[in-house]
C-alpha cells in the first residue's frame, strides 16, 4: 500500500512538472484582447514554404535569382548565417529552440486604427532564447552605431522583465524562454501583467481559452497557424454601422456579400485556419452563423432550403483561365426589396420600374427576373482567334463569357431583344456587322466589327480579338466574345448533368496551366523583353522563357468557395500545385 501510494505521489508530481512545463504564448494576452493570430509550429510553416517542391525549383529560375541579387537579400542572408554561426546551429533547429512553443499576436480594436499590437515568441530552451536576444540586440546596436545614433538603447525592467526601448513607444522584452515586442510600452506591460496573474493564479481570466476555444472548436482539425476575431467591437465601429445594417444604404455591398455580411452580423466571432497537407495549402474561414436565422437579404445568394440552391459544375474549357460559378437570386432582390434596401432606395426601384419595362419589349421588370434563372457562370480561356477578320490585333487577349440559366424560355426571347437593340444605339458610334447562323446545332446570333469600320480610339487594334455571340440552349442563355467559345461551351453544357448541384453556393477557380499556355501564346513578347531586358542571346532568352512557361504549369489551381450549412458559414480557398 505504501508503494502505491508512492508512486501515485511520483505520478501526480511528474503530471503537475509537465504542466508546469506547458507553455502557451496566449498568457501573456489579457481578455480584453479582440485579435488573436497563433502560429502553432512555426518550424513547420516555414519549412512547409521554404522546403516545398515549387519554391526550389523557383530558385532555378533566372527571374528569381535576379529578384534575390540585391543588398538587402544578401544582407538577410548574411544575417541568417551570422546568427547560425554564432549560436551554434543551423536556422532550422533555432526557430525550434527560440520558437518551438508557437508564435502569438494580439490587438485590441479601437476606433482611430491606432491598435496596440503584442508579439510573444514562446522558445523551447531558455539559454538559447537568451543568446539569440542578446545577439539581436548587439546587431541592432551595430546598425544603429553604424548609421550615426548618438547613444544605446535605453533598457528598464518592469515586474522582472528586462526590456528595450526601440523607440518613445516601442519595448521589446524577454520574459525567460519567451520573447516579447509591442508597438505600445502600456501594452508590452500588460502582457507582463497578465503573466504574472497567470503564474499567481493558473485559472486567471486571459483571452487563451476564449479565443482558442471558440477558434479550433469551428475550425477543421490540425491548423499550422489560426486567426481568431472578436466581432462585437468591430460591430460597434462607426465606419462599419451600415455595412452590418439590416438595410444598409450601400446597396453594392448588398448585391456582393449580403451573405457574408449576414453571416458577420449574428456572429459573436470569426476564426481562420491555414493548412499545408502534402505541397497543397488551405485556408479555412468560419463564422458560427449559417441559413437559420438568415434576413431576407441573405436570400439572394443562397436559398433557405439548401435542397433547393447551390452551384451548377465549373465551366472547363480547354486552357481554361478562370472559372465562376455562384447562386443569385434577382427576383428575391425586387420582390423583397423593402425589406433589403432604405425606403427611398426601396421607393426608388418601384418608380424605375415602369422606365425600364419600356424597354423590355413584349415583357416588365417584375416578369422578366421572375423568368430569370438561379445560377450564373463565367468562364475566361486561351485567345480565341477571330477567321474572318484579315487584321491581327496586337496583342492576342484571352476569350470569356457568361452563361446564365432561365426559369422560363421568355427571359431568353427578351435578352436577345435587348442585346440587339443595345448593338442598334451602340452603332451611332461603332461599326457591327450582324449576322445569325447555327452553331454546334443551337440558332446563334452576333456582330463582328468590319475592316475599316469606325471604332473609339483602339491604336492597338484590340478589338479585333472579338466577335460577340449569343444564344439559348436549353434552360442556359450563353453571352460568348467568340464563336469558337460559344461552340465549345454547347459541347460541355450538353454534357453536364445540370440536376445536380454543387453545396456551394459560390466557387471559382483560376488555373496556371491555363495562364502558361496563354503566356506561350504572346511566347515572343516574352522573349523581346527578355533579350532587352537581360541583354542575352536569343537561344539563352528562348531557354528562360520555356523554363518560366513549364513552371507556371506545375503551379495547378487556386480555388475560392462558400458554403453555408444550418449553422455556420464557410469559406474556403485551396492552393492544389500540380504533382
Known amino acids: 500500500m505504501r508503494q502505491f501510494c508512492s508512486l501515485a505521489v511520483a505520478l501526480t508530481l511528474a503530471a503537475s512538472s509537465v504542466r508546469a512545463e506547458s507553455k502557451d504564448p496566449l498568457r501573456f494576452f489579457p481578455e480584453h484582447t479582440d485579435v488573436v ?22 530558385m ?97 525592467t518592469y515586474g522582472g522583465v528586462e526590456c528595450v526601448e526601440l523607440d518613445k513607444d516601442a519595448l521589446v522584452g524577454r520574459a525567460g524562454d519567451a520573447l516579447l515586442l509591442s508597438n505600445k510600452n502600456d501594452t508590452l506591460k500588460a502582457g507582463i501583467d497578465q503573466l504574472a496573474a497567470t503564474r499567481k493564479d493558473p485559472a486567471a481570466k486571459s483571452v487563451a481559452s476564449l479565443a482558442g476555444g471558440q477558434a479550433l472548436g469551428i475550425l477543421p482539425p490540425n491548423p499550422v497557424a489560426w486567426l481568431w476575431v472578436n466581432l462585437r467591437p468591430i460591430k460597434q465601429l462607426p465606419q462599419a454601422k451600415d455595412l452590418f445594417d439590416l438595410r444598409r444604404a450601400n446597396f453594392i455591398f448588398t448585391v456582393l456579400a449580403a451573405g457574408q455580411l449576414d453571416a458577420a452580423r449574428r456572429s459573436d466571432f470569426l476564426a481562420i485556419g491555414l493548412y499545408a497537407d502534402k505541397g497543397d495549402f488551405r485556408l479555412a474561414v468560419r463564422m458560427p452563423a449559417g441559413r437559420d436565422g438568415m434576413a431576407a437579404d441573405a436570400e439572394l445568394h ?37 425589406q433589403i434596401f432604405p425606403p427611398e432606395l426601396a421607393k426608388g426601384l418601384t418608380d424605375g420600374e415602369k422606365q425600364v419595362s419600356r424597354l423590355l419589349i413584349g415583357s416588365s421588370l417584375p416578369k422578366f427576373l421572375s423568368q430569370s434563372g438561379l445560377h450564373y457562370r463565367l468562364v475566361s480561356t486561351r485567345p480565341e482567334p477571330v477567321a474572318e477578320y484579315k487584321t491581327e490585333p496586337d496583342q492576342r487577349l484571352p476569350a470569356f463569357a457568361a452563361v446564365l440559366s432561365m426559369r422560363d424560355p421568355g427571359f431568353a426571347r427578351t435578352m436577345t431583344a435587348l442585346i440587339k437593340a443595345g448593338a442598334l ?61 460559344f461552340r465549345e461551351l454547347i459541347g460541355l453544357l450538353e454534357k ?84
Open 425 to 485: 444605339a451602340a452603332g451611332q458610334a461603332v461599326s457591327l456587322k450582324p449576322w445569325d447562323e447555327e452553331i454546334a446545332g443551337v440558332p446563334a446570333f452576333g456582330y463582328s466589327f468590319p475592316e475599316g469600320g469606325k471604332f473609339p480610339d483602339d491604336p492597338q487594334r484590340l478589338h479585333f480579338n472579338y466577335q460577340p455571340t449569343f444564344g439559348a440552349y436549353k434552360d442556359q442563355y450563353v453571352l460568348a466574345s467568340n464563336k469558337g467559345v
Open 60 to 156: 532555378g529560375l533566372q527571374a528569381v535569382r535576379e529578384l534575390l541579387d540585391n543588398v538587402n537579400y544578401r544582407r538577410f542572408f548574411q544575417l541568417v548565417a551570422h546568427f547560425e554561426k554564432e549560436l551554434g546551429a543551423k536556422w532550422p533547429d533555432l526557430i525550434d529552440k527560440v520558437a518551438g512553443g508557437g508564435v502569438a499576436a494580439g490587438l485590441k480594436i479601437v476606433p482611430d486604427g491606432n491598435a496596440p499590437v503584442l508579439l510573444v515568441v514562446q522558445g523551447t530552451d531558455e539559454q538559447a532564447v537568451a543568446r539569440f536576444f542578446d545577439l539581436a540586440l548587439t546587431v541592432l546596436e551595430e546598425e544603429r552605431a553604424r548609421q550615426g545614433a548618438p547613444k544605446p538603447l535605453p533598457r528598464k
Open 496 to 579: 453536364e448533368d445540370r440536376t445536380k448541384l454543387g453545396p456551394q453556393n459560390m466557387q471559382m477557380r483560376a488555373y496556371a496551366g491555363g495562364a502558361a499556355a496563354y503566356a506561350s501564346i504572346a511566347g515572343e513578347q516574352a522573349l523581346a523583353a527578355t533579350i532587352v531586358g537581360q541583354a542575352v542571346k536569343v537561344g539563352e532568352a528562348r531557354q528562360q522563357t520555356q523554363a518560366l512557361f513549364s513552371y507556371l504549369q506545375k503551379l495547378g489551381t487556386v480555388g475560392i468557395e462558400t458554403t453555408y450549412t444550418a449553422n455556420e458559414f464557410r469559406f474556403d480557398a485551396t492552393w492544389k500545385t500540380r504533382k
Open 37 to 58: 493570430l497563433r502560429v502553432e509550429k512555426p518550424r513547420a510553416l516555414v519549412e512547409a514554404v521554404l522546403r516545398h517542391d515549387l519554391a526550389k525549383e523557383a
Open 302 to 338: 443562397l436559398p433557405k432550403d439548401p435542397k433547393a440552391g447551390g452551384t451548377l459544375p465549373l465551366l472547363e474549357p480547354k486552357d481554361v483561365l478562370f472559372s465562376h460559378s455562384f447562386y443569385f437570386d434577382l427576383n428575391t432582390l425586387y420582390q423583397k426589396r423593402d
